[in-house]
């Protein structure tokens, strides 16, 4: 046997395949042939395993068993007509499963139906259907449908003779043509082989088409070529292909909707922007992996909010200390002033100069009212900008701990759904984005060097500097190489650290059943905060400023 797939495609691409109204499919199976001709075996369930593909592409299907040459021309005719009127956007598919022979005098194929009474050259051509002739009237006759024609024919079985001798088994293979524009020609074997017609339940090529052309996302000529590379290894046999050049087609579409979801999934998973990872959520919004995407989305929204508010927080603390630093230079230009004045006022009393001295007292009250406003204003801004500073810390610390939270539900979504796929869909698991683990100590572990200041502390500890271990969420003094043990406390990873030691008396360093406690926040590399003694009514009291190692 040797199987001619001849496939016509038009220039028009259909958009949807589940357009049954515009899809028109007709099947032949020619298999009851008489003893002069050969009978074959799998026509019949050749068109049935092919239909049944067909049926799933959205084809109206119309099959017809042992036709002769009349049922197979008014077949066609109905066929076309059907095609044209259906417009433009129609799809065509004819498919022909039976004997095929060329012959080789004209160089032309022929379909074969059953009612021909022998297989002998001298009437054979006259009652069978020229190839071409059936190809032509589908291209002429509908040219603005999409075209599919498919011959599986020219069988080994066929009995060919040649004025009452048996004819050589070359003479029953294809023969080839030229490329035609939007025409591709799919043969099932070389030019001049044969095939045999072996298989239960459909021939070997029937079955590669029907497996190969419901496949979404393949390309007709990489579907094709599929076909080619299943029949050589099951029988042998070498498809052959004309090729040229052609739109790209998908029998069965472009992806399925579980591709085209799975890529649009790769395309954003990485993404560390929530605006992008919620384009999937507005396609997608009970997709595969919405739960992980509306946890990506608070986690990165979270994380750039708490990055937005360590801003605000430095912005703030900036104006913080410039409102201090003003108030400060205010203060010691105030009192520059006041002893400038009070310098030239000794002097022209000394002199006894009444009238400079009065000036300068009048100068002095004027100064004073006006530096004193400065500095009321000056304290007040002082005050709100600590005030502003407080809350952005507040805030901070917040927005810190949400995304925290955050982070962890995203983690938790994802190791969720690794641990549904791991045994079931490999795809997915490695589909999974990779969030980066916080580690176990916190973002803030290490050395930081303190300096304490607190003018109203014992003699010797008024201004001091020290060291600090953070490690696992807790904090302890560290000097040199040893821990100090008096020292200890907490620390949480928004950065909020909370410590002690016991207050000594005097230089005997003796515990005085007081304590001195340290609250202090840090951002980045750097901190800041207060610490005070417990004792009722003590001036110990100060900031403490802190310093990554």
Known sequence: MLRIAIIVIGLVLLPQFARGEGRFALLIGNQTYNDKVGPLRNPHDDIAVVNAALEKLGFNVTLIKDAGYKRVETALRTHIQLVRRAGKDAVSFLYYSGHGASDPDTQTNYLIPVDVESADDTSLWTNSLELGDIVNKLRDQSPNATHYVVFDACREELRLTREGKKALGAEKGFVPVASISGVMIAYATAPGKSASDSGHGGGVYAKALSEEIVKPGVEAVTMFRRVQLKVNQAIGQDP????????????????????????????????????????????????????????????????????????????????????????????????????????????????EDIEEAGRLEEQQRVELGKRTEELRKALEEARLARQAAKSAEEQRVVAMKAAEEATKAANDAIALKRDSERHSDPVKVAALPKLEQPSAGGPFDGIWYVHRVGAGCAPGTQDML??????????????????????????????????????????????????????????????????????????????ITAKRG
Request: glycine share 8%.
């Open 466 to 543: 020290g060291m600090l271990l953070i490690a696992n969420g807790t904090v302890s003094a560290y000097r040199g190489k040893d821990r100090i043990g008096s020292a200890k406390g907490t620390a949480s990873r928004t950065g909020q650290l909370r410590w002690s030691h016991p207050s000594h008396i005097g230089d005997r360093k003796t515990p005085d059943g007081y304590r001195i406690t340290y609250e202090v926040t840090l951002r980045g590399n750097s901190g800041s905060g207060t610490f005070q003694h417990t004792r009722p009514g003590t001036r110990c009291y100060g900031t």
């Open 240 to 351: 052959w292909l004309s090729l040229p050049t052609l739109p790209a087609i998908y029998f069965a579409g472009t992806k399925t909707k579980q591709q085209l979801e799975l890529a649009f999934w790769l395309s954003v998973k990485d993404s560390m922007s929530p605006t992008v990872l919620a384009t999937y959520l507005e396609r997608y919004p009970d997709g595969e992996f919405a739960a992980i995407a509306r946890a990506l989305v608070a986690h990165f929204d979270g994380k750039l909010k708490a990055e937005q508010a360590a801003q605000e927080e430095e912005r703030r603390r900036i104006e913080e200390e410039g409102a201090a630093a003003e108030v400060q230079r205010l203060e010691v230009e105030h009192r520059t002033h006041e002893l400038s004045i009070a310098e030239e006022h000794s002097r022209a009393k000394k002199d």
